[in-house]
């Protein structure tokens, strides 16, 4: 989640940003300039505005998962260690560090969230050439 807030405010401060010089870009004698101007701070703006609308769907994401349930196979919301790396299944967020331990998180949708998905402590899943095996699922 704390992710997300972070993306969320820079998003919101760069939409406040290019508002900002929007308003502070006076006319000029040279029409287009302005017009220019005006038009690289809406560009900006839009840009932001899709980032935070990204940033909102990831927090809708992580909202909808159960934190509270104990399950023996994969699913959304999962942290999965296996031999060859600590995952959890939630959202793409990349590498996270938890107590001294790292993470990927990743989306159920991704190539390597679709592959463990279902799968029990023991199970084992290739991907890219890779053997993976589940070794625990909290």
């Given at each position: 989640?704390?992710?997300?807030?972070?993306?969320?405010?820079?998003?919101?401060?760069?939409?406040?940003?290019?508002?900002?010089?929007?308003?502070?870009?006076?006319?000029?004698?040279?029409?287009?300039?302005?017009?220019?101007?005006?038009?690289?701070?809406?560009?900006?703006t839009?840009?932001?505005m899709?980032?935070?609308?990204?940033?909102?769907?990831?927090?809708?994401?992580?909202?909808?998962?159960?934190?509270?349930?104990?399950?023996?196979r994969?699913?959304n919301?999962s942290v999965?260690?296996?031999?060859?790396?600590?995952?959890y299944v939630?959202?793409?967020?990349g590498?996270l560090?938890?107590?001294g331990?790292?993470?990927?998180?990743?989306?159920?949708a991704?190539?390597?969230?679709?592959?463990?998905?279902?799968?029990?402590?023991?199970?084992?899943?290739?991907?890219?050439?890779?053997?993976?095996?589940?070794?625990?699922?909290?």
């Amino acid at each position: 989640m704390d992710y997300v807030q972070k993306r969320m405010a820079a998003a919101q401060q760069g939409i406040d940003e290019a508002q900002q010089a929007a308003k502070d870009d006076t006319k000029s004698s040279a029409g287009d300039k302005y017009e220019t101007g005006r038009e690289m701070a809406q560009q900006e703006t839009d840009r932001n505005m899709a980032q935070l609308t990204e940033a909102n769907k990831l927090k809708i994401a992580l909202n909808l998962i159960a934190t509270s349930g104990i399950t023996n196979r994969v699913e959304n919301g999962s942290v999965v260690i296996t031999n060859n790396g600590n995952f959890y299944v939630a959202i793409s967020a990349g590498a996270l560090t938890v107590n001294g331990d790292s993470y990927f998180a990743i989306s159920p949708a991704s190539p390597i969230g679709l592959k463990m998905k279902g799968l029990k402590v023991g199970e084992e899943f290739n991907l890219n050439g890779k053997q993976y095996k589940v070794e625990s699922i909290l």
